[in-house]
């Protein structure tokens, strides 16, 4: 069983920038792939970015521009920094973690992010 909790949300003006933080606990050895997912009302959960734990990326369309996604050493943390951010990025942002054996997905509770005009 893996856990995670993301923060790091909030309310931030158009333009600006934020950092998402997700932290892993539980059997956290098995985790493959960690990444950062988001919902807006009214629409598909979709992705924003993942990494390997051998380091590779994978940007969403909608954000790839404009976030980095990173991930400790460990393996247990992966961070999100958001920039240049606009009122359609307003969701709530989902952590996501892989395991490889069992081949699980695991999702944390979610944070709400508003950017205001």
């Known amino acids: 069983q893996v856990q995670l909790v993301e923060s790091g949300g909030g309310l931030v003006q158009a333009g600006g920038s934020l950092r998402l933080s997700c932290a892993a606990s539980?059997?956290?050895?098995?985790?493959?792939?960690m990444g950062w997912y988001r919902q807006s009302p009214g629409k598909q959960r979709e992705l924003v970015a993942i990494?390997?734990?051998?380091?590779?990326?994978n940007y969403g369309n909608s954000m790839k521009d404009r976030v980095t996604v990173s991930r400790d050493n460990a393996g247990n943390t992966v961070d999100l920094q958001m920039s240049s951010l606009n009122p359609e990025d307003t969701a709530v942002y989902y952590c996501?973690?892989?395991?490889?054996?069992?081949?699980?997905?695991?999702w944390g509770q979610g944070t709400q992010v508003s950017v205001s005009t």
């Open positions: 996501n973690a892989i395991t490889t054996y069992p081949r699980l997905a695991y």
């Open positions: 539980g059997t956290t050895t098995s985790i493959n792939t």
């Open positions: 990494i390997s734990s051998t380091g590779f990326t």
